[in-house]
Nanobody, 118 residues
Framework: QVQLVESGGGLVQPGGSLRLSCAAS????????MGWYRQAPGKQRELVAA???????NYEDSVKGRFTISRDNGANTVYLQMNSLKPEDTSVYFCNARIRGSSYDGYWGQGTQVTVSS
Protein backbone atom coordinates (compact mmCIF):
# COMPACT_ATOMS: atom_id res chain seq x y z
CA GLN A 1 0.00 0.00 0.00
CA VAL A 2 1.24 3.47 -0.90
CA GLN A 3 0.72 6.68 1.04
CA LEU A 4 1.49 10.30 0.23
CA VAL A 5 1.99 12.54 3.25
CA GLU A 6 2.08 16.31 2.78
CA SER A 7 3.41 19.02 5.05
CA GLY A 8 4.26 22.70 5.00
CA GLY A 9 0.98 24.52 4.56
CA GLY A 10 -0.13 27.42 6.70
CA LEU A 11 -0.99 31.08 6.88
CA VAL A 12 1.29 33.61 5.21
CA GLN A 13 1.06 37.29 4.31
CA PRO A 14 0.91 38.41 0.68
CA GLY A 15 4.40 38.44 -0.77
CA GLY A 16 5.55 35.73 1.60
CA SER A 17 6.85 32.22 0.95
CA LEU A 18 5.98 28.67 1.88
CA ARG A 19 7.50 25.32 1.03
CA LEU A 20 5.32 22.25 0.68
CA SER A 21 6.67 18.71 0.93
CA CYS A 22 5.13 15.40 -0.05
CA ALA A 23 6.72 12.07 0.76
CA ALA A 24 5.63 8.76 -0.73
CA SER A 25 5.98 5.62 1.37
CA UNK A 26 4.96 1.99 1.26
CA UNK A 27 5.57 -0.70 -1.34
CA UNK A 28 7.22 1.36 -4.09
CA UNK A 29 9.11 0.10 -7.10
CA UNK A 30 9.19 3.26 -9.17
CA UNK A 31 7.78 6.79 -8.90
CA UNK A 32 6.93 8.50 -12.16
CA UNK A 33 5.31 11.91 -12.51
CA MET A 34 4.77 13.82 -9.28
CA GLY A 35 2.76 16.98 -9.05
CA TRP A 36 0.86 19.50 -7.01
CA TYR A 37 -2.78 20.42 -7.54
CA ARG A 38 -4.95 22.91 -5.72
CA GLN A 39 -8.63 23.31 -5.13
CA ALA A 40 -10.33 26.42 -3.82
CA PRO A 41 -13.89 26.34 -2.44
CA GLY A 42 -16.43 26.05 -5.23
CA LYS A 43 -13.77 25.53 -7.89
CA GLN A 44 -12.38 22.56 -9.75
CA ARG A 45 -9.07 21.02 -8.78
CA GLU A 46 -6.34 22.37 -11.02
CA LEU A 47 -2.77 21.38 -11.78
CA VAL A 48 -0.23 23.79 -10.30
CA ALA A 49 3.04 22.11 -11.24
CA ALA A 50 4.37 18.69 -12.17
CA UNK A 51 7.72 17.01 -12.65
CA UNK A 52 8.76 13.79 -14.33
CA UNK A 53 11.28 11.34 -12.91
CA UNK A 54 13.75 12.76 -15.43
CA UNK A 55 13.32 16.29 -14.13
CA UNK A 56 11.08 17.84 -16.76
CA UNK A 57 8.67 20.37 -15.26
CA ASN A 58 5.56 22.26 -16.23
CA TYR A 59 3.63 24.99 -14.44
CA GLU A 60 0.22 26.57 -14.50
CA ASP A 61 0.56 30.01 -16.09
CA SER A 62 -0.34 32.03 -12.99
CA VAL A 63 2.46 30.53 -10.90
CA LYS A 64 5.29 30.65 -13.46
CA GLY A 65 8.23 32.57 -12.08
CA ARG A 66 6.90 32.37 -8.51
CA PHE A 67 6.64 28.63 -7.75
CA THR A 68 9.32 25.98 -8.20
CA ILE A 69 8.71 22.24 -8.14
CA SER A 70 11.56 19.87 -7.34
CA ARG A 71 11.99 16.29 -6.22
CA ASP A 72 14.35 14.00 -4.38
CA ASN A 73 14.09 10.68 -6.20
CA GLY A 74 16.04 8.84 -3.53
CA ALA A 75 13.56 9.93 -0.89
CA ASN A 76 10.46 9.67 -3.11
CA THR A 77 9.66 13.25 -2.14
CA VAL A 78 8.40 16.23 -4.11
CA TYR A 79 8.58 19.84 -3.03
CA LEU A 80 6.81 23.03 -4.03
CA GLN A 81 8.60 26.27 -3.20
CA MET A 82 6.06 29.08 -3.34
CA ASN A 83 7.34 32.66 -3.40
CA SER A 84 5.60 36.01 -3.87
CA LEU A 85 2.36 34.46 -2.69
CA LYS A 86 -0.90 36.19 -3.55
CA PRO A 87 -4.34 35.96 -1.93
CA GLU A 88 -5.58 34.13 -5.02
CA ASP A 89 -3.11 31.32 -4.23
CA THR A 90 -5.24 30.49 -1.17
CA SER A 91 -6.39 26.91 -1.59
CA VAL A 92 -6.02 23.34 -0.42
CA TYR A 93 -2.94 21.90 -2.10
CA PHE A 94 -2.83 18.21 -2.98
CA CYS A 95 0.13 16.08 -3.92
CA ASN A 96 -0.29 13.51 -6.68
CA ALA A 97 2.07 10.78 -7.86
CA ARG A 98 2.04 7.98 -10.40
CA ILE A 99 3.65 5.02 -8.67
CA ARG A 100 4.40 1.43 -9.51
CA GLY A 101 4.14 -0.71 -6.39
CA SER A 102 2.15 -3.91 -6.31
CA SER A 103 0.28 -2.24 -9.19
CA TYR A 104 0.64 0.92 -11.26
CA ASP A 105 -1.68 3.65 -10.07
CA GLY A 106 -2.14 7.30 -9.22
CA TYR A 107 -2.18 8.38 -5.59
CA TRP A 108 -3.30 11.52 -3.77
CA GLY A 109 -2.18 13.10 -0.54
CA GLN A 110 -4.65 14.27 2.08
CA GLY A 111 -4.26 17.95 1.21
CA THR A 112 -2.72 20.88 3.05
CA GLN A 113 -4.28 24.30 3.47
CA VAL A 114 -2.43 27.36 2.21
CA THR A 115 -3.93 30.70 3.19
CA VAL A 116 -2.49 33.98 1.93
CA SER A 117 -3.93 36.88 3.86
CA SER A 118 -2.87 40.01 5.68
Amino acid sequence: QVQLVESGGGLVQPGGSLRLSCAASGTIISVYTMGWYRQAPGKQRELVAATTSGGLTNYEDSVKGRFTISRDNGANTVYLQMNSLKPEDTSVYFCNARIRGSSYDGYWGQGTQVTVSS
